[in-house]
């Protein structure tokens, strides 16, 4: 029984995804559907060919956009969790086309290899998350500002993920570091491995036509993004190829003042209570008062990174009591408001 359990993935239904997803990432409702949606056809699809009856349905590739911060590496990292597949993060800046000096993009499957302790077949049913998927784009066209004559390579990744996204045999090297020889290659089949890109397409607003400000750059100066449209990203410099290969493309927004009292507080993993528990261990007791997360959101959100600015702030505003750290053994540190803005010092 246990060995059918670890090679036919169990089926979990969409609501039964999205529900342990809301544990773990606040807000970004249709992006929590919308992902609970693509890894269930993942679950359904790699769970037909573990049994012999492939399905002919094509994958569900995701394609996440929004600005920093708003949670796209989290949600694919939890998802991975949640649906205990391999999973693999690559930088899509960190590759090349075939030829070039860097990382081929065979690498991020070997990647994913690695991850699944050399298990060919739970590779073939994993998740890589393809992040800064924006600074791939092609640059021979300039912005209408002029601004991006930046880039040769960028088209060229593009193509080479083509081959990947749509499904094909690649022999990926096992042995990550370049120095390869012949015996340090195995074929696996990209089918059924399901890819989740994510960008911020930041500076989007330079692309798009006059009359339309886009995206999440200073043009924008309103919280709520309008529509980002196939035509904005084709401008931006995505390829159609590429845009076809994933099919479901979902815009996150900003996360609000409310939103990231919780995304400090309420998730188990939540960046306060790794605080908590970092003291805890030097027997130094965090308590907070009300004001005191409040009073880290208000410092948050002026630096307009979303959660990323809220791990900057609190490591600013605990660095003494963390420095002192064991040397407060037994004592009780008290975080609300004063004390957050006494020991605040921005950089
Ligand atoms: N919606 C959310 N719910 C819960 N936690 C979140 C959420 N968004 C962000 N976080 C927290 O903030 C951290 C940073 O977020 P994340 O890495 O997902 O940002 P991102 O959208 O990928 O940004 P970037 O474009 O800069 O990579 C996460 O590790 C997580 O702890
Ligand atoms: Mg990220």
Redesign the pocket.
């Known amino acids: 029984m246990s060995t059918i359990a670890r090679d036919i993935p169990r089926l979990v239904t969409p609501a039964e995804i999205k529900c342990e997803l809301d544990r ?5 409702e249709k992006a929590k559907k919308a992902i609970a949606i693509a890894a269930y056809s993942h679950l359904k699809r790699t769970r037909a060919r573990a049994m012999g009856t492939p399905l002919p349905i094509r994958k569900s590739n995701v394609l996440l956009i ?10 694919a ?1 939890t998802l991975a969790k949640l649906l205990e597949v391999p999973f693999a993060i690559a930088d899509a800046t960190e590759y090349t086309e075939a030829g070039y000096y860097g990382k081929d993009v065979e690498v991020m499957i070997g990647e994913l290899l690695l991850s699944s302790e050399l298990d060919t077949a739970r590779t073939e049913r994993g998740i890589i998350f393809v ?2 998927v924006d600074k791939i784009a092609r640059r021979s066209h300039g912005a209408n500002t002029g601004a991006g004559s930046r880039d040769i390579g960028g088209e060229g990744v593009q193509q080479s993920l083509l081959k990947l996204l749509e499904g094909r045999q690649v022999f990926v090297p096992t042995n990550v570091s370049q120095h390869w020889s012949k015996h340090d290659f195995v074929p696996v089949d990209t089918t059924d491995i399901l890819f989740i890109c ?3 397409f930041s500076d989007l607003h330079l692309y798009a036509s006059a009359t339309r400000p886009l995206g999440f750059g200073p043009a924008s100066s309103t919280r709520k993004s309008p529509e980002i449209t196939e035509k904005d990203l084709l401008r931006y410099g995505m390829l159609a190829e590429f845009l076809g290969r994933l099919p479901v493309r979902v815009q ?1 927004g900003a ?1 609000n003042t409310g ?1 990231l009292l ?2 400090l507080t309420k ?1 188990p ?3 306060l209570k790794e605080y908590v528990e970092l003291l805890r261990l030097d027997g130094v007791t965090l308590r907070c008062d009300p004001s005191g997360p409040q009073a880290i959101v208000d410092l948050a959100m002026r630096r307009e ?4 600015g ?2 900057a702030v609190l490591e600013d505003v605990l660095q003494e009591t963390l420095f002192a750290g064991p040397a407060l053994a037994g004592q009780t540190v008290v975080m609300d408001q004063e004390f957050v803005e006494s020991q605040f010092k921005p950089s």
């Not at 773990?24 to 970004?28: N, T």
């Open positions: 773990w990432v606040i807000g970004q929004g600005p920093t911060g708003c949670g796209k590496t989290h949600i990292r992040d800064e994510a960008g911020t996150m996360l939103e919780d995304v998730p993993d939540s960046i990174t979303g959660a990323r809220m791990r």
